[in-house]
């Protein structure tokens, strides 16, 4: 497998192109009959024409053969490019030793002790890093290790995952050893690895840890890359384990998963970005004796702005509301679903 931080399309296509097909799925649009892909949801790829406008989908041919080397990661690409996405989208990374910080922050609360996993260095030079903890992760009384596992985990506007995964800096594009590396998904699957022995055991444990790891992102390339660095973050941490990769069964299973669970979603609003659309108004005025359709003039319906967008209400957009899925009720729902009403 490429260890290279810009995964190749290619590569995975040749591996699978079922695989590389499930990872461009959008199951909010996709129907029964047919597959909907996520859609590139940015301009930086429209002057290469049809298939590559704001609004298309992501199709196999678009990034595959000749097209291989279409997406690559933030820090692969071009400077220019890395301040015109920060301008327009806001697009920061978060180099690898805040995601640590900030991820220690999370198991410090969870285990009530702090250097679980690493212990952070903060230099005299202003560099940062981090220590790994070597030793066995020991559980507090009343938790088990799986309980850590199956512990959902979300990262909003996840960019590339760097907080969930960390194969490499998202900022400066330096890959990170499997044993240092620091994301919540990366740290569930150390726990996996320290508990099981077996391939049938671990497989099981480390799906339930991908079922309960979560992640959204408005831009379709950054998706893309998303989910590509957790599959290939399963492929190392097997290969690790085991010696060897796993079987294209077991990847097309954790594909799955991670098609559901790495969505495509406006953030603010929970819906498909843009999806928003103006309906008409109703009028309360009485008719009046003559309709400008009897005079032979066409009416023109009157619009109102999406009531969600209008007053800022998650609940009210007139947006397709993205799906994701309860892996343990074994249900799919909306994620506005689980934000309360005001």
């Not at 410090?108 to 952070?120: I, K, L, P």
């Not at 309980?147 to 400066?172: F, K, Q």
């Not at 077996?198 to 339930?208: E, R, S």
């Not at 998650?314 to 934000?339: C, N």
Request: proline share 5%; net charge negative.
């Amino acid at each position: 497998m490429n260890t290279l931080i810009d995964i190749q399309e290619n590569e995975i296509f040749e591996l699978s192109p079922e695989l590389l097909n499930t990872l461009l799925k959008d199951h909010t649009l996709s129907t029964d009959t047919e597959q909907v892909n996520i859609f590139w949801a940015t301009d930086n790829y429209a002057d290469r024409g049809k298939g590559y406008q704001y609004g298309d989908q992501i199709k196999i041919e678009a990034i595959t053969g000749a097209n291989g080397n279409v997406i690559v990661p933030r820090a692969v690409k071009s400077r220019e490019q890395q301040q015109q996405r920060s301008r327009e989208m806001a697009e920061v990374f978060t180099p690898s030793w805040i995601c640590n910080k900030q991820n220690n922050l999370v198991d410090n609360a969870w285990f009530g002790r702090e250097g679980v996993f690493n212990t952070e260095v903060d230099n005299p030079d202003g560099s940062h890093s981090w220590i790994v903890n070597s030793e066995p992760v020991v559980f507090p009384d009343g938790k088990t290790w799986r309980d850590y596992v199956n512990e959902n985990r979300l990262e909003i506007t996840c960019g590339e995952a760097p907080y969930l995964v960390s194969r490499y800096d998202t900022v400066t594009g330096e890959p990170i050893p499997l044993e240092r590396r620091i994301g919540l998904l990366d740290r569930k699957l150390r726990i996996v690895g320290e508990n099981t022995e077996t391939a049938t055991d671990w497989l099981k444990a480390a799906q339930a840890a991908f079922m309960s790891t979560y992640g959204y992102e408005w831009q379709g390339d950054n998706l893309i890359l998303a989910r590509e660095a957790l599959l290939y973050t399963f492929i190392d941490y097997f290969h690790v384990k085991f010696g060897k990769d796993p079987l294209l069964k077991s990847l097309k299973f954790i594909a799955e998963i991670i098609s559901w669970n790495i969505w495509q979603m406006d953030g603010l609003k929970g819906v498909i970005p843009d999806s928003c659309i103006k309906l008409p108004k109703l009028k309360n005025e009485p008719p009046s004796l003559f309709s400008s359709e009897d005079l032979g003039v066409p009416e023109e319906p009157t619009l109102f702005d999406c009531p969600g967008c209008k007053n800022k209400d998650i609940h009210s957009h007139t947006g397709k509301y993205a799906i994701i899925k309860d892996w343990k009720e074994d249900k799919v729902l909306t994620f506005v679903s689980l934000i309360k009403r005001k």
